[in-house]
Structures are given as C-alpha cells and as structure tokens.
C-alpha cells in the first residue's frame, strides 16, 4: 500500500522526533548477535529520512544512542560506535544527495575522537544543504541537557547577565540543545515500547505520540507515512476545546 499520495501537505509536521528502538529484539527473532540488528537498522534510517526530506518534513530527529546507553556491555557500546562512524563515512553522499543538513544534540564530547572526528566532517560538507536538517542525537539524554542548561542559567544569574524575571519558556528554549529547531509535533517510537527514555522532555510536552509494534529495522517508508496521516487526523487542541478550534 503507498500511503504517501494521500499525505495533505497542507498539514505536515515541521519536526518529527523518532525513538529508533527494537534492534537487539529484531536480531534475536532471527538467532543473530544484536549488533546484526543495529546494522539492518541503518536501512531504516536512510529510508524514513528520505522519506520525510520527500514530503517537505523541515526536521528529523532520531535518537540513536542515549546516555543510558553507555551502559551497555562495552562490545556493544564499542560496535555502535564502529557503527556510527561507518555509516556516517558512507551515508555523507547519500545526504548531499538529498540537500539535507546533519547536526546532533548532546553529549557528543563523551564520544571516541574517531566518532567525532567523522561527525564534524559530516557537519561540515552538509551544513550547505537546505531541504531537511536531520539531527542525531548521541550521547542524549534530555535530563542531561536539562541540567546543562540550568547550570548556564544559574551562571548567568549569578553575574547579572539574566534577571530571574526573564526566565520564561522562551529562555528557557534557548538553553537546550534544540534551541535552533521548532518542538516536534509528532513523536514516533517503534517496537511497541510506550515510553519516552529521557528523550525531548521539555520539547514533546505538546507532541502528538505515535506507537507501532514494528521493530526498527522493519520500519519503511510506508510506515512513516502511515505515522503522518495519523497525525492529520489528530485534533490538536491546545488545552482549548473542540468547538473553539473548528471554528478557527
Ligand atoms: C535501539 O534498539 C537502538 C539503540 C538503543 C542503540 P535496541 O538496541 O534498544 O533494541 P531492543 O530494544 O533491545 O530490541
Ligand atoms: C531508547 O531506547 C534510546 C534509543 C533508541 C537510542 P532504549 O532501548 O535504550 O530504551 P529503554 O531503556 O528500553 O527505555
Ligand atoms: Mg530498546
């Protein structure tokens, strides 16, 4: 089924949020090492972004490792990050290919130099591109930036360079890492897990959740496309009632 022609482009999220999860589940059903699910789920990433950059998407954030994470045996951890620096290396073309910008949120100093290293090059040889910023997040965790931001805040109090009295939604955005991108309308996580994990706390609290069973390397482009037309028939109402938002 090809769900896209009946997407209204009239009514797209600007920023989807996705939690890629179900990997390791997706390794086990078919007697493999986890790490085998990781690499099919690269599959998936370059899919649903080309998928969303297709339809006018602006943003696509995919949380990719978070910093629960790290607790992982380290032959994981270790082969995520082989991962990530492989398929950054390998997927830059395929990004210039479709104009779209890559950037990350988070921790991404605790990161091995090599990880970095490939990142900063991908940044760099993308940030020309204009038609979708696909951000990933590693080493995220929104507790983490929370606190990050608190403590610049609190800095900036302490030297008078903010009152108490500015501190309002608006500055507080500034102080996350998403500062440069709108909050996602529609948040996606795969694998039939119903929860957040520390991602985008503050930037989801009016995102519309979208749950499937399908574990992440499984997901396709018509999945995506399905989450967007459940989206468009969502009433989002912004603690106002029915009535006040059809007659808008
Ligand atoms: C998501 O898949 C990928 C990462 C968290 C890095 P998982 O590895 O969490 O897969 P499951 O949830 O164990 O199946
Ligand atoms: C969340 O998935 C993090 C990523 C997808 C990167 P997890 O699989 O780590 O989440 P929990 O710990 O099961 O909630
Ligand atoms: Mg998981």
């Not at 769900?3 to 989807?16: A, G, T």
Request: net charge neutral; with cysteine.
């Amino acid at each position: 089924m090809n769900f896209k022609h009946e997407i209204n482009p009239e009514k797209l999220p600007q920023h989807v949020a996705i939690i890629m999860d179900g990997n390791g589940r997706w390794a086990k059903q078919k007697g493999k090492l986890r790490i085998f699910g990781h690499q099919n789920g690269v599959t998936a990433v370059r899919d649903t972004a080309e998928a969303a950059a297709e339809i006018g998407v602006k943003y696509l954030t995919l949380y990719a490792f978070s910093t629960e994470n790290w607790n992982r045996p380290k032959i994981e951890v270790e082969a995520l990050m082989t991962l990530l620096v492989a398929t950054i290396n390998k997927e830059t073309t395929t990004l210039l290919k479709n104009d779209i910008k890559l950037e990350t949120i988070g921790d991404t100093e605790s990161l091995p130099e090599k990880c970095r290293k490939e990142l900063a090059e991908a940044i760099e040889k993308t940030k020309h591109c204009k038609r979708m910023t696909l951000v990933l997040a590693l080493s995220y965790s929104s507790k983490w930036e929370i606190i990050n931001g608190f403590k610049n805040i609190a800095e900036k109090v302490k030297t008078g360079k903010i009152n108490v009295d500015d501190i309002d939604e608006n500055l507080i955005d500034e102080y996350l890492c998403t500062k440069n991108y709108p909050d996602p309308e529609l948040m996606i996580r795969t694998s039939g897990e119903h929860r957040i994990s520390n991602f985008l706390l503050w930037q989801l609290a009016y995102a519309e959740f979208y749950f499937t069973e399908k574990l992440w390397p499984d997901f396709s482009k018509d999945d995506f496309y399905q989450a967007i037309l459940d989206y468009q028939k969502r009433e989002r109402r912004f603690g106002k009632t029915s009535e006040q938002i059809s007659n808008q």
